[in-house]
């Protein structure tokens, strides 16, 4: 029945311990509403066809006076529907309780929720950016601001949601039923990227958790791989150097450059970065710069004080995001594509201005996949942060 | 079809409103609440069409999980002024401004609005506050969303402040009507006619008039105040200098939602008018009606925080804004039960406003319901913004509001211009309009379900099927309503003369000619006598107002 009606309803996976309790009000609210209005309905519409006078038949004025409903049946249906009511409100509301007080013994996890990523810290000093890892069935809680503009945590499966304020902190707690992942959407309008703000939850056995959390002690901030993609154990040190250049791709593509900016010389929400890399560029206000590395890490950094003619002032800033490593990265980059010419390149990134969150970018030659594909619900692999 | 009605003296000898002036000057310099009701309605649907021009893109958009025909920012602005063009431009002022103007003066049997001047002023007000609208828009236009958010209201690139001043300044129209349509039912009532005898479309428009003047000085505090952040950082409602976005919220939707009674309980008045005229019968309970109607204006504003659930506040407050919004939702039930009750034993004519009753009673049961459940505090949470509540407030404002301005739209037609238009085309268009809202807003509630956000310029593709079929159902809306559009323009020239009193109602804006004289009656009426009364004739109506 349970699974029949989430159906019918279009209703996503019930992922968390609250979800099914949500789904049951869900099912009995919606049922009544439908089954409410569509008797009204009828019943106008009965009304309307029996007591039809066909036009030639019409009487100036009908005699008979006005029937009255009775007091008592008006009294009934009031009262029934009052009572109605705040069944619903009493149940929704003791639910409501339970979605907002957290349990005592929750693990807690911090949330930054910026535009246009999540950021997530975990109590051994440790972060992700854009995937959350949690472990199953046991009650996890988030501590959650926001740096910039409102933004909502929102996961479907869970049934939850809460809106992240800047200047002050928010809570939501859930317990995950099974390992598995979970989409991550950003619930509240946030500016040009907002639907592009999504992340995914990740549940992991506990002991797989605490074998992840654990791995991602040691040397996390070495310039390397990305510290949040997780890889196997025995890929923890890469096994082959990673180019400047290849890391720069990683890093634009999980922080999420590569949503705005193109590598193939297409346009976009920000200039391309195809051909940009030491060209004479056109200011708002009329100046011009040269695209030299002190002007592009201004503009990762402060990206408001020069804005580039045609394009709107909308980029956040990257300080405190990139780590240096990561800057000279891009930087390296950009040096690599100023040889591609900026227009209207064909590619899949032109169809497709935004890359999904944590897809491969476009990979150079030779070198493996990085291993940031969506992680499938884990079976016996044990998933380590470098 | 309508029945040839019984012809009545209609007086040749006087002219009508529409000729008894001429040239330009004349209409643009008019004092005549008919050819001011005229000109806001010219308004009003050019702005309908604009906003549905926005709307018809975006869904155009929506068609592939990504770009299709414009980039994100574009999106963004497009959904903001598809919001503020018919919320503010269309909805607030459609039905007051037009019907409101027209029908009440003569409801009341008064010669016109107590303040005929403000009245005029009221109209050239909302032309200013639409040109400076308009001309946010061309400069750019905003990207905040109808809400105004703060933060980032006070943070977007984008030209928020010649939007704001233009909404502000169709605020100051809105409260010029309110003021006249206040003044003139306590003053300007026909001999006789005590409080006891108002037609329901005057307790609709005296409720609405009420919610008015309380609500919108505060929404124009609030957008001055958004306006002030966004311009010269004071930090009221932006954290990072000081201020607190979550009271934007409780500002804002302490008029906003009240704004929601603003848009549906004129459609109540015009619905309660129609029920009665083509069932011939009296509303089965005339004080349930009247009296619900002024519940719901004065409980709509303790319920505003039942948009914010999720945004912070407290659970104490959550539970007392939960529980008020459960009478509102009383009350309206109260009103659709009297509707549905007075059709039973009447005497009814099967005519398009009664096909645009039929629809309303579907779609504001069915939206209605589902604002009861969105205000269930745990199920609001998996739904609030996401297209669930996007369904909920179309088939409110456009299932609600708009059905019921169609319906205003022909019930009144042969009252504004003496014409008939088309029945069939009339009903087929009405067929076509309920369908094309159901294609397009029942695959949104599924989306909802799903948990696709609103304002979402690209989506996982799990959520492409849904949002092509209420695509399409997009298109189809827009032709039934440009159908209607042209079947009344068509009747403007070549429909037949309808005659004073076409329907056979006994309420008293009928008395009087159609189109009316420019003093509306003859001579002042004498209403002693109920507006629902159809125990008596139409002769013995009309001799009745014209007694001593």
Known sequence: MNDFLRTILFLPPQASTIAWQIDT??????????????????????????????????????????????????????????????????????????????????????????????????????????????????PVKLIMTARDVIHSFYVPDFRLKQDVVPGRYTTLWFEVKEPGTHQILCAEYCGTGHSQMRGEVIALEPEDFARWLA??????????????????????????????????????????????????????????????????????????????????????????????????????????ILRPGETAAILELIKSIRDVPIGQAPGPLHRQPYPPVGAPPAAEKGLPPPGIEVMPPVQGTIEVKP | MTPPAVQPQQHPEVPDYLHADRGIWSWLNTRDHKRIALMFYVGVLFFLGLGGLFALALRTELLTPDRTIMDAMTYNRMFTLHGVTMVWLFLIPSIPTVFGNFILPMQLGAKDLAFPKLNLASFYVYVVGAIVMLGGMIAGG???????????????????????????????????????????????????????????????????????????????????LIGLDHGLRLGLFNPAVGGDPVLFQHLFWFYSHPAVYIMILPAMGVISEVVPTFSQRRPSSYWAIAISTIGIAFVGFFTWGHHMFVAGISELDAGIFGLLSMFVAIFSAIKVFTWVATLYKGSIHFNTPMLYFFVFLFLFTFGGMTGVAVATQSLDVHWTDTYFVVAHFHFIMVGGSLAAFLAAAHYWFPKMFGRLYSERVGLLSATGVFLGFNLTFVPQFLLGNM??????????????????????????????????????????????????????????????????????????????????????????????????
């Open chain 2, 451 to 548: 948990g696709m956000p609103r304002r979402y310029y690209s989506y996982p593709p799990r959520f492409q099927w849904l949002n092509d079929l209420s695509t399409g159902g997009a298109y189809l809306l827009a032709a039934a309503i440009l159908v209607t559009v042209l079947n009344l323009l068509i009747a403007l020239k070549w429909g037949k003369k309808a005659g004073p009193n076409p329907w056979r109602s006994r309420s008293f804006e009928w008395l009087t000619d159609s189109p009316p004289p420019k003093h509306n009656f003859e001579e002042p009426p004498h209403l002693g006598y109920s507006p629902y009364d159809y125990t008596i004739s139409e002769e013995e109506a009309r001799a009745r107002a014209q007694a001593r």
């Open chain 1, 215 to 320: 791995g991602g002690q040691p040397n996390a901030h070495l310039a390397g791989p990305r510290p949040q993609d997780p890889s196997n154990v025995d890929a923890f040190a890469p096994d082959q150097t990673l180019s400047m250049v290849r890391v720069g791709e990683e890093a634009a593509a999980t922080d999420g450059c590569l949503r705005c900016h193109t590598l193939d010389g297409s346009p976009h929400i920000g200039p391309t970065w195809a051909g940009l890399y030491g060209q004479k560029v056109t200011l708002k206000d009329g100046s011009t710069v040269i695209a030299d590395d002190a002007y592009l890490t201004e503009s990762m950094m402060d990206p408001l004080v020069k804005i580039v003619r045609g394009f709107e002032p909308v980029m956040p800033s990257y300080h405190g």
């Open chain 1, 25 to 138: 009000l869900h099912y009995f609210v919606i049922l009544t509403t439908m089954g409410g209005a569509t008797f009204i309905t009828i019943v106008g519409g009965i009304f309307l066809i029996k007591y039809r006078r066909p036009g030639k038949n019409a009487e100036p004025t009908r005699q008979d006076p006005a029937v009255k409903t009775p007091v008592w049946l008006e009294a009934s249906v009031v009262t029934f529907l009052l009572t109605l009511f705040c069944v619903w409100w009493g149940v929704g509301f003791s639910q409501y309780m339970k979605i907002r007080i957290a349990p005592k013994n929750t693990y807690d996890i911090y949330v930054t929720a910026k535009q246009w990523m999540w950021k997530f810290s975990y109590p051994d000093g440790s972060h992700t950016i854009t995937k959350l890892y949690v472990p199953a069935r046991k």
């Open chain 2, 142 to 224: 905003t990207d905040t969303g109808w809400t105004f958010y703060a933060p980032y209201s006070s943070q977007t690139p984008t030209r928020v402040v010649p939007v704001v001043i233009g909404v502000f300044i169709l605020g100051i129209s809105t409260i010029f009507t309110a003021i006249n349509f206040i003044v003139t039912t306590h003053t300007l009532r026909a001999k006789g006619m005590t409080w006891g005898k108002l037609p329901l479309f005057v307790w609709a428009i005296y409720g609405v008039s009420i919610i008015m003047l309380l609500a919108t000085p505060v929404l124009g505090l609030t957008l001055l």
